[in-house]
């Protein structure tokens, strides 16, 4: 019994799988490709980056980095929605507390380091148009691991300190509108009070610092690239805007995601509806699909690796 009163429940209720009952199994179908998709795509790229000594440079350090953060997002919520699909008839999934506890950490920690990622892209590359004489010097390996260990290590203890104080909260409601758990989610399910107030000026430190911080440090960074190709050549800007469109997609992708889900949040609030779990089901499936296609496609060093790669499998 908490001191306000109320019982802590040890179970939630994932009550937006309603809107898909009677298309379960076909939802089912779909999300097992798309995932099978993912893991082959992105292991694929990642493999690359790995294998070819022509490309271990910063650049494609970052992005196998970030393909690998986004497989491991992946994994911790793709096998979740599977199950939670083939179990869904009555259009209620039940979760443990403790479950979703622990997959708002997952969700929160690696989408900030999403952000921090494509954040370090966007230095890589402002120092390498902007400052190509220095750039060896600036970016080393030691320097491109530190970056890397930060865009990781922040978001893990950022969102590990909120789910100790998301944990803490006693709870008042037990249904959440999701087709998976977050945190900030969480916190609308809580009794309210100070301490609940207090953990949602966090998030919102939590937010800016590994979300808006990173989003406007790199619109700055490509608002400086563009300035300097301005002023160069055809053939430079067009070779530099090249490498920096595939990070552009990937950030406009995951901006928007980010802007519908927190617009949905602020209008629907925890009613029930079909459009709160559509989003939030595409806030994992339009990033985690798009990434390994924009990066295995654009990147023209990677996409030559990857047809010479898939043309001899075929021909043997």
Avoid at 89 to 109: E, W
Avoid at 138 to 154: D, F, I, R
């Amino acid at each position: 019994m908490t001191s306000a009163g109320f019982n802590v429940t040890s179970s939630l209720t994932l009550v937006g799988f309603s809107s898909l009952s009677g298309h379960s199994l076909l939802f089912f179908f779909v999300f097992l490709l798309l995932y099978l998709f993912v893991l082959f795509s992105d292991s694929l790229v990642i493999y690359i980056i790995c294998s070819q000594r022509a490309l271990h440079r910063p650049m494609f350090a970052f992005v196998a980095s970030f393909l690998l953060n986004s497989l491991t997002a992946s994994t911790l919520t793709y096998p979740k929605l599977l199950s939670d699909l083939l179990l869904s008839g009555s259009g209620l999934v039940q979760v443990s507390r403790t479950f979703c506890l622990f997959q708002g950490f997952f969700v929160s920690s690696l989408g900030g380091a999403s952000f921090m990622l494509l954040s370090a892209m966007a230095f890589d590359r402002y120092l390498s148009i902007c400052h190509p004489m220095h750039y060896t010097v600036l970016v080393t390996p030691a320097k491109v691991v530190l970056m890397l260990l930060l865009c990781w290590m922040l978001p893990v203890i950022l969102g590990g300190v909120t789910t100790l104080l998301a944990s803490r909260l006693p709870l008042c409601r037990a249904q959440l509108n999701r087709a998976y758990c977050d945190i900030d989610s969480y916190f609308t399910l809580s009794c309210g009070g100070a301490e609940a107030q207090l953990s949602g000026i966090y998030i919102l430190l939590i937010v800016t610092a590994t979300v808006f911080l990173p989003a406007t440090f790199m619109l700055f960074s490509y608002a400086r690239i563009l300035f300097i190709c301005l002023r160069r050549s055809r053939s430079f800007s067009s070779k530099a805007l090249q490498t920096c469109l595939p990070h552009l997609l990937v950030f406009f992708n995951y901006s928007i995601s980010v802007y519908l889900d927190l617009m949905l949040r602020r209008l629907q609030s925890n009613r029930e509806s079909d459009s709160t779990l559509i989003i939030s089901m595409l806030m994992i499936l339009v990033p985690t699909v798009l990434n390994p296609v924009v990066y295995g496609l654009k990147l023209k060093e990677v996409f030559t690796h990857v047809k010479r790669l898939l043309s001899c499998r075929r021909d043997s």
